[in-house]
């Protein structure tokens, strides 16, 4: 036996026909021919069609637990014997993918859930698609910073404002308490405290903050509001 196309075939004298190189997808029209020991010889025609009907496979993929307020980003991976010509994703609303498979948001993303399809195609045109769930929570407390007085001061003045901020992305009460923390006080709007008048002692004030999502954090501060004149012993 013989064959025409001896660069990606060979046909061995008992007509076994293979490939020696690998074969991309398309049609291959071969002319095969056979003599016998006379030297008589015949030729016939057929023709190999190479077709890729592998859908991708994933092997970097899976659900995400996202923190609200950050931006979001995650790199997918799949392979295929005829590359990955591109990736994309259902929901392009809220998030964007390329076609190196970097999924990434494009909006504010709220507390909630988020279903996403996520497909692969490779050179061909097959496809293959997977689930996965971003779930956007809250679970970052409020930041309280106390401004003044520093810790640990001393002052004659019993009107000393006491200064402080808060942030957070759902922020919704804010509260005191002092010395004894036996009474909560709200405070309205997260305000500074500047109209208490404080007795002669040392005062320990804690500031509370929630959010929406029920994040509590605290922060204190320790000062002493000192009246009395020293005196002389000898």
């Known amino acids: 036996f013989s064959i025409n196309d001896t660069t990606k075939f060979t046909i061995n004298c008992t007509g076994y026909l293979a490939n020696n190189t690998a074969l991309l997808n398309g049609k291959y029209w ?3 021919t056979i003599n ?5 010889n015949h030729s ?4 190999i069609n190479i077709s890729d009907t592998i859908p991708p496979s994933f092997t970097v993929i899976a659900n995400q ?3 609200y307020g950050e931006n979001f980003s995650y790199q997918i991976t799949a392979i295929d014997s005829n590359n990955i010509s591109c990736y994309t994703v259902n929901d392009s609303a809220n998030f964007d993918m390329n076609c190196t498979g970097y999924l990434q948001n494009i909006t504010y993303l709220n507390v909630s859930f988020y279903w996403l399809n996520i497909t692969s195609n490779d050179t061909i045109g097959n496809k293959n698609s997977s689930i996965i769930v971003i779930n956007v929570s809250d679970t970052t ?3 309280i910073n106390i401004t003044y007085p520093i810790n640990n001061t001393y002052t004659t003045d019993t009107n000393i404002a006491v200064n402080y901020t808060v942030s ?5 009460a804010c509260w005191y308490s002092n010395d004894t923390m036996n009474v909560n006080v709200t405070s309205g709007n997260c305000t500074n405290l500047t109209s208490i008048t404080w007795t002669e002692a040392e005062h320990n004030i804690t500031f509370w903050a929630n959010d929406t999502y029920g994040n509590l954090n605290s922060s204190d ?11 002389f012993t000898n």
């Open 30 to 32: 071969l002319n095969v």
């Open 221 to 231: 501060v320790l000062f002493t509001v000192d009246l009395t004149s020293p005196i």
């Open 65 to 67: 637990t996202h923190e």
């Open 141 to 143: 407390s409020a930041a």
């Open 168 to 172: 957070d992305l759902n922020l919704e």
């Open 36 to 40: 016998d020991s006379a030297s008589n």
């Open 44 to 47: 016939d025609s057929l023709w």
